[in-house]
C-alpha cells in the first residue's frame, strides 16, 4: 500500500489556474499508475483522471478535458495536475489515488489526506 500526500490547493478566480502536486511517504510512485478524484459539495466522488506508470494519460474526465493536465515526473516522485480555466464548479476536494481501469471503468484507492480548490466567480 502506498501513503500518498496532495498539495498545491488554494482559492483562485474563475479562470485562474493551480497545480496540484502529488508525492508518497516512504515509497516509489514509479511503478504506480495514479490519478485524481474531486468530491465536491454534495456530490458524489468523480473520477478526474488517471495516468499511468509510463507517464501516459490513460484517462481524463469529460468535464476537464482542454483545462486540466496530468503529468508525472519519476525523477520527483511526484504526480501533478495542472488546473486551467478553472470553473467555480470545480470547488471541491481533491485527492490523488492509485487508479486502475476495472469493470466499470477507472476505479481508485489508496486516496491522500486530499487538498482543497475553492474558486470564486
Known amino acids: 500500500q502506498v501513503q500518498l500526500v496532495e498539495s498545491g490547493g488554494g482559492s483562485v478566480q474563475a479562470g485562474g489556474s493551480l497545480r496540484l502536486s502529488c508525492t508518497s511517504r516512504g515509497s516509489s510512485l514509479n511503478d504506480y499508475a495514479i490519478g485524481w478524484v474531486r468530491q465536491r459539495p454534495g456530490k458524489q466522488s468523480e473520477g478526474v483522471s488517471c495516468i499511468n506508470s509510463s507517464g501516459g494519460n490513460a484517462f481524463s474526465a469529460e468535464f476537464v478535458k482542454g483545462r486540466f493536465t496530468g503529468s508525472r515526473d519519476k525523477a520527483k516522485n511526484a504526480v501533478y495536475l495542472q488546473m486551467d480555466r478553472l470553473k467555480s464548479e470545480d470547488t471541491g476536494m481533491y485527492y490523488c489515488?492509485?487508479?486502475?481501469?476495472?469493470?466499470?471503468?477507472?476505479?481508485?484507492?489508496?486516496r491522500g489526506q486530499g487538498t482543497q480548490v475553492t474558486v470564486s466567480s
Open positions: 489515488a492509485t487508479c486502475w481501469y476495472g469493470v466499470g471503468g477507472y476505479e481508485y484507492k489508496d
